[in-house]
């Protein structure tokens, strides 16, 4: 069967999110951690004095602005961490908030959590984008969906579910045991002929 590029982009996806699920869902709790720190040094004084106004009084917000190293307001555009980060929930914030970030510097207490999660967020992008260009040699170099799983057998766990399974590549199988062990996928012996 003739391997679309719509087939080889799902695949890609899939093996992508098995890679990165885990890491990405424990640096999105350390996103909303950050926030939720960043929130209470800025407001937590007056959180109280906010949350007994009328309604209306004050606008809400599931997301407070930073300004600090590493986090930028186009987020991955420009290879930084997006500085609007989503607390666990709706607060109460400063009508203008977006002109008035909280200001993480040097000598800031949560400065050091801050550069962990830019640094983190930079070396998973990194990563992915490592991966996602050795996947993409593998997948988009095997014609038909037979070759792709004569030269990665392992990959039948990412074809999608309509893809019939078929029993025979010119890939760079060299990259084969790097996707396996990145994706955490278990050799499979090629049966002798």
Known sequence: MKLT???RD??????MGKAFDARDK????ATTKLADAAYAHEYGAVEKAANKLPQGWCS?????LIDCAGFG???RRDSQKNSMLRMSKERRVPRYQTSNPVKIGGGHPLFEQAQAVADEYQAINRD???LRAKLRAVVYAATTVEKLLAAWPECEA???AS?????????PVELVPELNAALNLKTKLKKAA
């Open 5 to 7: 590029n719509a087939m």
């Open 10 to 15: 799902a695949m890609i996806d899939q093996a």
């Open 26 to 29: 424990a640096h999105d709790k």
């Open 60 to 64: 809400m917000s599931t997301t407070v």
């Open 73 to 75: 307001y186009y987020g």
């Open 128 to 130: 992915k984008d490592e």
């Open 158 to 160: 990412f074809l999608p």
């Open 163 to 171: 893809t019939p399974k078929p029993a025979g590549a010119l890939v």
